[in-house]
T-cell receptor, first 116, second 111 residues
Framework: DGGITQSPKYLFRKEGQNVTLSCEQN?????MYWYRQDPGQGLRLIYY???????QKGDIAEGYSVSREKKESFPLTVTSAQKNPTAFYLC???????????????FGPGTRLLVL | SQQGEEDPQALSIQEGENATMNCSYK?????LQWYRQNSGRGLVHLIL?????REKHSGRLRVTLDTSKKSSSLLITASRAADTASYFC???????????FGSGTRLLVRP
């Protein structure tokens, strides 16, 4: 059963704490992405990775970090430097990043992060 | 920054009616995509239209693209209660491969 999984579904963060959101895909996709969605809003790109051992900042990378040590995994760490982390976090993947005629992204079910 | 803006922000229709959502964008694009999101869930890709295409169909979905007006529309025909969701347009600017999402249209289809 192919797809993208995210865990946990809900995550609670205490003040000053770093938390890590998991994203795994078995689609054999090269590219992976992390987005943040605030209530009633669209998605904003946090980080993306075109290939293993490579990643780039998106539009709102401050307070977040990622790693891409394996093709199938792209974990996101929300650090204590992110002052307003409460949001819905979505992971996505695509076959490649830079296909000129367009690339579909496949999304995981999301993780809702709440601050205690 | 947001590239696409959907209109209306919210739409309520009766089952069986057609639903039309519009998307406007600011810069030249490679392609435009429409996604659907059920409440509290991930996004599902619906359709991709390239900059040299004017219309595409997929089942009950019809998408048009007018690059001269920098706008697109998504038509859902014969709507069903199960179509209730938020619909997002996402553009891929000509200078980039990254998707830029609008803020979405919330569609409610009343049984």
């Amino acid at each position: 059963d192919g797809g993208i999984t995210q865990s946990p579904k809900y995550l609670f963060r205490k003040e000053g704490q770093n938390v890590t959101l998991s994203c795994e895909q078995n689609l054999n996709h090269d590219a992976m992405y992390w987005y943040r969605q605030d209530p009633g809003q669209g998605l904003r790109l946090i980080y993306y990775s075109q290939i293993v051992n490579d990643f780039q900042k998106g539009d709102i990378a401050e307070g977040y970090s990622v790693s891409r040590e394996k093709k199938e995994s792209f974990p996101l760490t929300v650090t204590s430097a992110q002052k307003n982390p409460t949001a819905f976090y979505l992971c996505a993947s695509s076959i490649v990043f830079d296909r000129p005629d367009g690339e579909t992204q496949y999304f995981g079910p999301g993780t809702r992060l709440l601050v205690l | 920054s947001q590239q696409g803006e959907e209109d209306p922000q919210a739409l309520s229709i009766q089952e069986g009616e057609n639903a039309t959502m519009n998307c406007s964008y600011k810069t030249s694009i490679n392609n435009l995509q429409w996604y659907r999101q059920n409440s509290g869930r991930g996004l599902v890709h619906l359709i991709l239209i390239r900059s040299n295409e004017r219309e595409k169909h997929s089942g009950r979905l019809r998408v048009t693209l007018d690059t001269s007006k920098k706008s697109s529309s998504l038509l859902i025909t014969a709507s069903r209660a199960a179509d209730t969701a938020s619909y997002f347009c996402a553009t891929v600017p000509a200078s980039s491969y990254k998707l830029i999402f609008g803020s979405g249209t919330r569609l409610l289809v009343r049984p």
